[in-house]
């Protein structure tokens, strides 16, 4: 069915095995600050509206695959079609952010709450990702991904955004099973969702845990990490005859990586807040690690881009398993000139 | 001219000496889940009316004192009455927080800026400090406190609250020249302010770095940390025969609390998600530490409450230099019993 992958840098970094060089994506290239992108918006409505078709997910997937030389395409989508598919009624505002009509607030809320089908209500998802991978043609190989239970349920429960978490940390003291329950919940639906995609064609899986870092030590254990070893525990480990590596990012997290590698992920996300020297001393090479130049870095002029990436490069150090990319997703404003600088300083480093 | 200090246990607590139980005061004691502060509020119309009126400001400041046997007091106040000071048009608007009318965003505009005279631009906060000393008469230190020059200067270059701080970012990749000469002017007027503050009664100084944590490590050091040093270093260190301790509070700093420690400081503020534990491991109690529930442990039964208190004092371990506070501001939303089951854990606990 699949064409031969014809670079296949990304997965054999996440497993940390060698590679000529160091490969490269990017979190949301696909994204507005591509003209193109911003074309195809115009044209189809919405955000919600162009995840839901899979013919402009997968036009806006290969986008940045078409204007660079990368290393992996990822599955334009969001956290929310879970719960989307849960039926709570998600909205995304104009320069507001998600919100839900219908926010969780009670047991009897989480208890009836549906476990999608993702051959159903998430087929549009799993239909992009096949339609991607036949496009891709083998370039490149795909990510599938989904949010942490932990960062998913933020939303569900505050009914959008958050910057306190006022509402679901109020549930997780006053009824910490009720928490535990929505999060199981959302555990089994994230490693059905997860599978599928694998099945229809992702070569790799990321688990973004966006807000696990505004819990404590001892709640990031309990209310987050735990779900995502469920999740991790449970995804298809081989596609096709290849390994398909699974990657954790707690964004806020840095302090805990190696806790977080321990759950038996291939690799580790780490955000730009964390040098990637320490990181890889907490980890102790136990998994790969990808990152973490600070987003705001692509505004810099062109020399000093290339200083700020070749020091994130040599940051790591020799040896396999580092995969760059940014410590959190680009910026509307970034300019694409600057993206092909940064790809391109990447593709060139050679460890001295 | 001042009375007597009846309870001197914070001051003694910020300088590592023993006291017969630990010090307990909240970050933004003074604030909306207070009825009274409320009806204050009400009546003097908005925020910034109220940081600018002493006889309100200190109205405010004494509110949780009267109400609850706590430690210490801390100036109502603001930390963007800097900018103010520079003429930048500071408003705040309702449920949309601080806007400046003329952010600074060239070297012009930074070389325009003046460094305010804390005795007459600020006179409004330096008359505060001297009425609540005055109205406290004794019964707890009082705390004066400032910005650091980054977190201030993220609202002044981003005209208001951010959470990606592309504007500041992009002038720190770009003109990184123009970003210090800000931040040593900031300097410059923090330390003449806070300065002020202690010749009019402050007791105890503390630099809020909200921002920090949005920078790469080296970042922080380059343009947080090196500022909040020089301030340190400049502070009047005693004031009618005792010392004045100098508390550094980075929000989302967890991994840099020993190069925070290092720059002179007495004390170091931690935030939730780093355990005290390890926070004192990491500053090898070179510095007290003032720390750290997690704010949402106010929504917890009583019971709950009590366990997660008590958590927090018992993971500080024994010896001195633990003050106890949250991990940031108390939010609205919090009954007010709740913190009076708080204040009764804290002053009622031993370690065995």
Same mark, same amino acid.
């Given at each position: ?6 670079? &296949? ?52 997937? *290969? ?7 990368? &290393?992996?395409?990822? #599955? ?36 009836? #709450?549906?476990?999608? &089908? ?44 958050? /910057? ?17 329950? *929505?999060?199981? /919940?959302? $555990? ?7 599978? $599928? ?27 987050? #990490?735990?779900?995502?070893?469920? +999740?991790?525990?449970?995804?298809? !480990?081989?596609?096709?005859? !290849?390994?398909?590596? !699974? +990657? ?14 321990? +759950? ?10 964390? %040098? ?8 102790? %090479? ?6 973490? #130049? ?8 062109? %020399? ?6 070749? /020091? ?27 993206? $092909? ?10 460890? $001295?």
């Amino acid at each position: 069915m699949s064409a031969v992958l014809k670079n &296949d840098l990304l997965l054999r970094a996440l497993l940390r095995e060698p590679t000529p060089r160091r490969p490269i994506w990017l979190m949301r290239q696909a994204g507005r600050y591509l003209p193109e992108y911003r074309a195809t918006r115009a044209r189809a409505g919405n955000f919600l509206a162009m995840c839901m078709n899979p013919e402009i997910a997968c036009e806006v997937t *290969l986008q940045p695959i078409d204007r660079y030389p990368l &290393d992996a395409a990822i #599955l334009f989508s969001d956290i929310l079609t879970i719960p989307h598919a849960m039926n709570l009624g998600l909205e995304f505002e104009t320069g507001e952010g998600p919100r839900f009509a219908h926010p969780v607030r009670s047991a009897a809320d989480i208890e009836k #709450l549906p476990v999608p &089908d993702p051959g159903r209500e998430l087929k549009y998802v799993i239909d992009a990702v096949a339609l991607i991978r036949r496009e891709l043609d083998g370039r490149v190989p795909l990510i599938g991904f989904a949010g942490s239970p932990w960062t998913v349920a933020t939303y569900m429960v505050e009914g959008g955004g958050s /910057k306190a978490f006022a509402k679901i940390k109020r549930m997780m003291y006053e009824a910490p099973r009720d928490l535990h329950r *929505l999060l199981a /919940k959302l $555990a089994q639906a994230t490693t059905l969702y997860l599978n $599928a995609q694998i099945a229809a064609g992702a070569q790799a899986v990321m688990v973004f845990d966006t807000w696990g870092g505004a819990l404590t030590p001892a709640q990031y254990e309990e209310f987050s #990490l735990r779900y995502m070893a469920e +999740i991790v525990g449970a995804l298809t !480990r081989e596609a096709s005859g !290849r390994t398909v590596p !699974r +990657i954790v990012f707690t964004k806020g997290g840095g302090a805990w990586l190696a806790k977080t590698a321990a +759950i038996g992920c291939d690799a580790v996300g780490v955000d730009w807040t964390t %040098d990637l020297s320490s990181a890889r001393k907490m980890v102790r %090479d136990t998994v790969a690690l990808q990152g973490n #130049l600070d987003p705001a870095a692509l505004f810099a002029p062109p %020399d000093t881009l290339r200083v700020e990436a070749i /020091k994130v490069l040599d940051g790591f150090g020799s040896g396999p398993g580092h995969v760059f990319n940014l410590g959190h997703g680009i910026t509307p404003e970034v300019d694409p000139e600057r993206v $092909a600088v940064l790809v391109e300083t990447v593709r060139s480093y050679r460890l $001295a």
